[in-house]
């Protein structure tokens, strides 16, 4: 069975850091791409960042706009985590993070974690 276990959110100030951690079970993590979404409070679910899977080659990586340069999405097959490193962060980065991964035409969701960027 596929689990997706997401942790490490919390309250920080604006300017401040956090890492989000995804830890999977129950599938060949490296060979499967990971992505990050978030559910700002009263808002649709959106795109954060992808990777791609680094076997056989490198992984490729892709991000939101609005996340672009402050955002970096990394993964550790040895421990089977993904992880979302997110510096500079803004009041309107505010929201349930979630990670997904695809797997024969079925997507697998994290059970979340709330950030909130707040003074």
């Known amino acids: 069975q596929v689990q997706l276990v997401d942790s490490g959110g919390g309250l920080v100030q604006p300017g401040g850091s956090l890492r989000l951690s995804c830890e999977a079970s129950?599938?060949?993590?490296?060979?499967?791409?990971i992505s990050w979404y978030r559910q700002p409070p009263g808002k649709e679910r959106e795109f954060v960042a992808r990777?791609?899977?680094?076997?056989?080659?490198?992984?490729?990586?892709e991000y939101a706009d609005s996340v672009r340069g402050r955002f970096t999405i990394s993964r550790d097959n040895a421990h089977n985590t993904a992880y979302l490193q997110m510096d500079s962060l803004k009041p309107m980065d505010t929201a349930v993070y979630y990670c997904?991964?695809?797997?024969?035409?079925?997507?697998?969701w994290g059970q979340g974690t709330q950030v909130t960027v707040s003074s």
């Open positions: 990777i791609t899977p680094n076997i056989p080659s490198n992984s490729f990586t």
């Open positions: 129950g599938y060949t993590f490296g060979a499967y791409e």
């Open positions: 997904s991964t695809l797997i024969s035409q079925t997507y697998w």
